[in-house]
């Protein structure tokens, strides 16, 4: 499948980044080039790829050029000196890209291809850094190569989401720092997931760590010799409507909706509407006009 790494590629000490395993088999990974886009991967545990959301992921997902341009700003200031950084779960770039025009020197990890195929479109056609298809849970890297690594809403689609955090640990260097933001749970909209929680089953909408688990999070790096610490919040301003949101779930442009049987979505969509239009009006308000981002800090000794 060619290098990993553009040419060059490797850490301030001269060591390669790549673990090469004798087997193709047990790592399918490759450098994804712009005219690669559309070839999935097969995840080790049933990690879910974003193949169907690359064309509608940004437009739904991205934050306001002010809450982006914060967000740089404060992982900016821990990554600085801790280069160059790991993200897994990519995707289009909403993270790593304005970090790699910022100065901060990043590698890209995902499933998806097509996800990836927009990051580079969005780079001028170009490979902004290099974009690897693979595993978070097998990364395909030696240990110590990093100085740091980022993971944004990826954690809920990793069912060996421990798993993953081990892989992070094994690859960043001491004294590198894990930078992990697993999402808010609490308000309007998460009071809406809970009551479709309870219509199609917890277990259809969760596969991983979900944001309501974070002391998990926290314990299972403890358990890993890393250090908590929150960041301060930065703060997503948003003009997602109940009917704009129900119209997605219906649509499948959510993960969560990939896994549940079509009927059983109707039928939940139609009962969740009902109740949350009686618990919180008109469908055309603004739930949650700004809401909080928060990121966790996990040094390690």
């Not at 890209?108 to 001028?124: F, R």
């Not at 999402?183 to 760590?209: C, K, M, S, Y």
């Not at 998990?216 to 930065?234: F, H, Y």
Request: charge should be negative.
């Amino acid at each position: 499948m060619g290098p990993l790494l553009p040419q060059g590629g490797g850490d301030p000490a001269g060591r390669s980044l790549v673990d090469r395993p004798p087997s193709r088999d047990r790592e399918r990974a490759a450098v994804l080039r712009p005219d690669e886009a559309g070839a999935g991967v097969v995840s080790s545990g049933g990690s879910i790829p974003f193949d169907r959301a690359a064309e509608v992921y940004d437009e739904t997902r991205r934050s306001t050029a002010e809450a982006s341009a914060a967000t740089t700003d404060l992982l900016g200031r821990e990554l600085e000196a801790r280069q160059p950084c790991l993200e897994i779960g990519v995707g289009t770039g909403l993270i790593g890209l304005p970090l790699h025009r910022a100065g901060i020197r990043m590698i890209g990890v995902d499933l998806s291809a097509p996800m990836l195929g927009k990051l580079v479109e969005k780079a001028d056609g170009h490979l902004p850094f290099a974009l690897i298809i693979g595993d978070a849970t097998r990364l395909p890297f030696t240990d110590d190569v990093f100085g740091s690594a980022l993971a944004r809403h990826v954690l809920h689609l990793i069912p060996h989401w421990r798993h993953a955090l081990t892989e992070l640990v094994r690859v960043v260097r001491s004294p590198g720092v894990l930078l992990i933001n697993i999402g808010f749970n609490e308000g309007p909209w998460q009071e809406i997931g809970d009551h479709l929680d309870a219509r199609i089953g917890e277990t259809a909408r969760r596969v991983g760590l979900d944001s309501s688990r974070g002391a998990e999070l926290d314990d299972a790096l403890a358990a890993l010799g890393a250090g908590a610490r929150e960041l301060p919040t930065v703060w997503e301003e948003s003009e997602l409507t109940m009917e704009r949101y129900f119209a997605e779930v219906e649509a499948g442009v959510y993960s969560w909706t990939w896994n549940v049987r079509p009927d059983l979505l109707a039928d939940a969509v139609v009962e969740t509407k009902a109740w949350a239009a009686d618990r919180f009006g008109g469908f055309n308000q603004v739930l949650e006009p700004r809401s909080p981002s928060v990121w966790r800090a996990y040094d390690l000794p």
